[in-house]
């Protein structure tokens, strides 16, 4: 099995900014595309950003100019930059991968982590 941990999340003043990190490990045997996605209050989750390993990104509505994903292909580990928050930022992020765990699994299989609360306020 895989597993995805976040971590950076926390309170932040609006216009401040977070950095969130996300670790995969377990039995990889391939790493296909990561993504942050978040859940606010009320609302549906939602798409943040994803990227594939081969470094093409792809960004929720309005996010891209504020947030940047990266990944560490090395490190099975993927990165969201996020700057310039407002309260509306706020949510519990969580990490998705597709991984494989077999090495004859040629699609792989969604994982997600547990989430990290993002709070921003005065």
């Known amino acids: 099995q895989v597993q995805l941990v976040e971590s950076g999340g926390g309170l932040v003043q609006p216009g401040g900014s977070l950095r969130l990190s996300c670790a995969a490990s377990?039995?990889?045997?391939?790493?296909?595309?990561m993504g942050w996605y978040r859940q606010a209050p009320g609302k549906e989750r939602e798409l943040v950003a994803s990227i594939t390993s081969g470094g093409r990104t792809n960004y929720g509505d309005s996010l891209e100019g504020r947030f940047t994903i990266s990944r560490d292909n090395a490190k099975n580990s993927a990165y969201l930059q996020m700057n310039s928050l407002k309260p509306e930022d706020t949510a519990v992020y969580y990490c998705?991968?597709?991984?494989?765990?077999?090495?004859?699994?040629?699609?792989?299989?969604?994982?997600w982590g547990k989430g990290t609360l993002v709070t921003i306020s005065s």
């Open positions: 998705n991968a597709r991984a494989a765990v077999t090495i004859i699994d040629y699609y792989g299989t969604d994982y």
């Open positions: 377990g039995s990889i045997t391939r790493l296909w595309t």
